[in-house]
């Protein structure tokens, strides 16, 4: 540390801020991560209550998109509060394949990147050790086949009734791997199967960063500041990063430190860089380039739910662990680019209710009809990639209203012809 200030301020300890976080402090620099959201106490603040667990982990905040076909952001796309989408994401823990690495080369869309998937192999294995990654004996896709450091999970009913279905059309499935402990560690216990993996996890057997790179970063001496929403990025007459400014309990505040890491997903790190607009940088920070915010990717998910005769309880297990990635690599003969995987991802009731609401339009007596036989549904995920696109930028509101640059403006509940 010098002169009081920290080696580093990391803005947004989500995903990958609690990983920094976590490696910087152990190997001795002084850190300062600063978060929108509150931090957790995952058994004191998290309850088996899908609805209030909603409004506490995901982003909430006003988020608007525009464009000509703006992508539209479900509530979901990251979290809010230390530990990121890591606290309310399912806990797949699968690896991107080489091809993913080739886009252009392979399938002729999107970009290749300047990495290849060798490049990250070793952090792959590193945070799969890590966070004691359980998996199957064999994953039959990609360039990694396993092992993983804990023996998978058993299947629930609804897992067991994916793996039949894909037997029955001659397709290959498996469990995942997943950032769930199949047993206890020294400090965390092994899964208790009653589904509420999205909603943080009581138990703390999912491993969001929450539970395990914070709690090591702050071993090595990091501190956290919660609810501290950073707004600006505030550069001195060197034209250096020195300060960044957060609003906390209605005031602004201010935290220098010597380097600056944004990672605080790509939607708000964008959003930052460009509202830290000076007579220094007028197109913001970091966008000499002007690519700042250019070509967003978030991933594709989509849900499809099917009712079966007998009892399924889709409730019971983890939500998500059985998948096929049978589509996930474009064949002779698809009709399209790019795949995807197709994957459990169980429903608890009330967020069910909302799927029918949202699926199948029922609603009052009818959705109570429905909903009668919860227990005999099953509900997956089909997740696949959004590829770059000039189209699909994140700019300041109130820039792209001035250029009428866009036909349409969304925000999570609304979308506006201009
Ligand atoms: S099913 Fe397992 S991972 Fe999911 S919330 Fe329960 S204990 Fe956590």
Known sequence: ?????????????????????????????????????????????????????????????????????????????????VGGGTVHFVGYALRFHEDDFRTKTVDGVGENWPINYNDLEPYYAEVEKFNQVSGPTFFPWGAYHGPYPKRSHYRACMHETFRRGCEALGIPSTVGPMFILSSATKDRPGCTYRGFCKFGCMPKSKSSTLVTYVPHALKYGAKIIPNAMVVRLNVGKDGTVRSVTYLSEGNEREQEGDTFIVSA???????????????????????????????????????VIGKYEEMIRQYRGPQGLALTQEWYTRKPGDGFVRGYTIETETLQPIEFSQALIKGKGVWGRQLIEDMRDYNHYVSFGIVGECLPSENSTVTLTVEALAARTADYIIDAKQRFEL
């Open 265 to 303: 997903y790509s939607i708000e790190t964008p959003r930052l860089l460009l509202n830290s607009k000076s007579e220094q940088f007028p197109e913001g920070i970091a966008n000499s380039s002007g690519m700042v915010g250019k070509n967003l990717m978030v991933h594709s998910a989509d849900f």
């Open 1 to 81: 540390m010098s002169s009081g200030k920290p080696d580093v301020v990391i803005i947004g300890i989500g995903g990958a801020g609690a990983v920094i976080a976590a490696k910087l402090a152990q190997a001795g620099a002084s850190v300062v991560g600063l978060d929108a959201g509150p931090h957790w106490n995952s058994e004191s603040d998290f309850a088996s209550d899908e609805l209030s667990m909603m409004d506490k982990l995901f982003w909430l905040e006003n988020r608007i998109s525009a464009g000509h076909d703006p992508i539209e952001l479900g509530r979901a796309n990251s979290g809010r509060g």
